[in-house]
């Protein structure tokens, strides 16, 4: 199974993390569903041209955290997370991304509604790219 993970070599979060995050986002967001089964961590490694090491990190992490369980000689699989669980990491990935963006604006001079109109001329591209069908 090929995941939709985007590595981005310039940010300043370790590639281990952003393979947690893009994982844990497709797991409750539900494009992954307990069960499912995930790559091997050598084939994960070379689909996002990275270490052996560093997805082995990345799936000790969500291991540990509950969000996919390894079976010996079996594989990796999403792992069964509660509804609780699911929200309370969508609420909280999206408010600590906005409040950085809003940290990043301010630290370049724009006023709280100066940052406002941007987040509402955002999501009015958004609902517009929606309605035709872009993603």
Same mark, same amino acid.
């Given at each position: 199974? @090929?995941?939709?993970?985007?590595?981005?070599?310039?940010?300043?979060? %370790?590639?281990?993390?952003?393979?947690?995050?893009?994982? @844990?986002? *497709?797991?409750?967001?539900?494009? *992954?569903?307990?069960?499912?089964?995930? %790559?091997?961590?050598?084939?994960?490694?070379? =689909?996002?041209?990275?270490?052996?090491? /560093?997805?082995?990190?990345?799936?000790?992490?969500?291991? !540990?955290?509950?969000?996919?369980? /390894?079976? !010996?000689?079996?594989?990796?699989? #999403?792992?069964? #997370?509660? $509804?609780?669980?699911?929200? !309370? /990491?969508?609420?909280?990935? #999206?408010?600590?991304?906005?409040?950085?963006?809003?940290?990043?604006?301010?630290?370049? $001079?724009?006023?709280?509604?100066?940052?406002? $109109?941007?987040?509402? /001329?955002?999501?009015?591209? !958004?609902? =517009? @790219?929606?309605?035709?069908?872009?993603?």
């Amino acid at each position: 199974m @090929k995941l939709p993970i985007k590595i981005e070599q310039n940010s300043r979060s %370790p590639i281990y993390h952003q393979i947690e995050e893009q994982i @844990k986002a *497709l797991i409750v967001s539900g494009h *992954l569903n307990e069960g499912d089964p995930l %790559p091997s961590i050598r084939a994960l490694a070379k =689909e996002t041209a990275c270490s052996v090491i /560093t997805t082995r990190r990345a799936y000790q992490n969500l291991e !540990q955290e509950g969000y996919i369980r /390894t079976t !010996q000689g079996k594989g990796t699989f #999403v792992a069964k #997370v509660g $509804d609780e669980i699911k929200e !309370q /990491t969508k609420f909280s990935t #999206v408010y600590h991304t906005l409040s950085m963006a809003i940290e990043t604006g301010r630290r370049h $001079d724009y006023s709280f509604e100066q940052l406002l $109109d941007m987040v509402h /001329t955002i999501i009015q591209q !958004q609902k =517009e @790219k929606e309605g035709r069908g872009e993603e």
